[in-house]
């Protein structure tokens, strides 16, 4: 593992563990008030802890985030660290999956939280998981990693799932589209200017998603690098969901089930077959000696 990556890579968790620690426990603020945002409408203030100025829907959604990030994204990014430490092809490949997760999550609340003291945190750490991810993305050298990989690979299942995750993005289009032919806003977005996780999502995830497809199915070696990147985004959403889910609902926001059935059960059922499918990936890529 080249130096600067590794100490890029360890500043990172430290940041990590810093803004996610706060979100999650930090108490505190002026408590719950009422606010009326730029279109008129009544908006619920969380008022507690570092999201005190977000609203009261999308709080406990951060905070849901951070739970998952500080339990479980945390030490698998402190346990790549480590294991690439020895080198080694699935083991570069996993510390840039778990430089992604970083970046998504850590541009996600510079773009998305309500303006707190951590905003330089957040910067500061999707600058280094960018050039980190960078780094180690442009370190795996592709013809090595077609060779190291098992041309018994499952790539039509691969490239099939490829597909409907990027599909499953388009309810997002579909809230943006109500939200234009209704001339309304979209539900739940309170006070704030728009929802950085259509940005993220439609901009960037969902073509890199039918890319990796095409890749997968020529049988190109960027595509099942890519592949693993993002079934690992997709992996990790699951755990986010889900966790989201229990926050608003121990802050007393309980959706419909046509609700959960349509933002919260298709990830996490995706979430379970991504993680079959990257098991796949890692399983079928030999090390060399």
């Given at each position: 593992?080249?130096?600067p990556?590794?100490?890029m890579?360890?500043?990172?968790?430290l940041?990590v563990?810093?803004?996610?620690?706060?979100?999650?426990?930090?108490?505190?603020?002026?408590?719950?008030?009422?606010?009326?945002?730029?279109?008129?409408q009544?908006?619920?203030?969380?008022?507690?802890g570092?999201?005190?100025?977000?609203?009261?829907f999308?709080?406990?959604i951060?905070r849901?985030?951070?739970?998952i990030?500080?339990?479980?994204?945390?030490?698998?990014?402190?346990?790549?660290?480590w294991l690439?430490?020895?080198?080694?092809?699935r083991?570069?490949?996993?510390?840039?999956?778990?430089?992604a997760?970083?970046?998504?999550?850590?541009?996600?609340?510079?773009?998305?939280a309500?303006?707190?003291?951590?905003?330089?945190?957040?910067?500061?750490?999707?600058?280094?998981?960018?050039?980190?991810?960078?780094?180690?993305?442009?370190?795996?050298?592709?013809?090595?990693?077609?060779q190291?990989?098992?041309?018994?690979?499952?790539?039509?299942?691969?490239?099939?799932?490829?597909?409907?995750?990027g599909?499953?993005?388009?309810?997002?289009?579909?809230?943006?589209?109500?939200?234009m032919?209704?001339?309304?806003?979209p539900?739940?977005l309170?006070?704030?200017?728009?929802?950085?996780?259509?940005?993220?999502?439609?901009?960037?995830?969902?073509?890199?998603?039918?890319?990796?497809?095409?890749l997968?199915?020529?049988?190109?070696?960027?595509?099942?690098?890519?592949a693993?990147i993002?079934?690992?985004?997709?992996?990790?959403?699951?755990f986010v969901?889900?966790?989201?889910?229990?926050?608003?609902?121990?802050?007393?926001?309980?959706?419909?089930?046509a609700?959960?059935?349509?933002?919260?059960?298709?990830f996490?059922?995706?979430?379970?077959?991504?993680?079959?499918l990257?098991?796949?990936?890692f399983?079928?890529?030999?090390?060399?000696?």
């Amino acid at each position: 593992m080249n130096i600067p990556l590794r100490w890029m890579s360890l500043l990172i968790a430290l940041l990590v563990a810093s803004y996610a620690g706060m979100g999650l426990f930090s108490t505190g603020g002026p408590g719950p008030s009422i606010f009326v945002n730029q279109y008129g409408q009544e908006v619920a203030i969380y008022g507690h802890g570092i999201y005190a100025h977000d609203s009261a829907f999308k709080a406990p959604i951060l905070r849901g985030t951070d739970a998952i990030t500080l339990f479980l994204a945390l030490p698998a990014l402190l346990l790549a660290i480590w294991l690439d430490v020895r080198g080694g092809m699935r083991t570069r490949i996993f510390l840039t999956c778990m430089l992604a997760y970083t970046l998504y999550n850590a541009t996600s609340l510079a773009l998305g939280a309500v303006y707190n003291p951590l905003l330089l945190v957040y910067i500061g750490c999707a600058g280094l998981s960018f050039f980190s991810f960078v780094l180690a993305f442009r370190s795996i050298d592709l013809a090595a990693l077609a060779q190291q990989t098992n041309p018994r690979l499952p790539r039509r299942w691969l490239s099939g799932f490829l597909f409907l995750a990027g599909m499953s993005l388009a309810i997002w289009i579909v809230d943006i589209v109500v939200s234009m032919v209704t001339q309304q806003v979209p539900a739940h977005l309170g006070h704030y200017h728009t929802e950085a996780t259509y940005v993220l999502d439609l901009g960037i995830i969902l073509p890199a998603a039918w890319l990796a497809m095409v890749l997968v199915w020529q049988a190109k070696p960027l595509g099942t690098l890519l592949a693993a990147i993002l079934l690992s985004l997709n992996v990790s959403i699951g755990f986010v969901v889900a966790s989201q889910s229990i926050m608003q609902a121990l802050d007393g926001i309980i959706l419909t089930p046509a609700q959960y059935a349509s933002y919260v059960a298709p990830f996490v059922v995706l979430s379970l077959v991504a993680a079959v499918l990257l098991g796949q990936i890692f399983g079928h890529i030999k090390e060399q000696p």
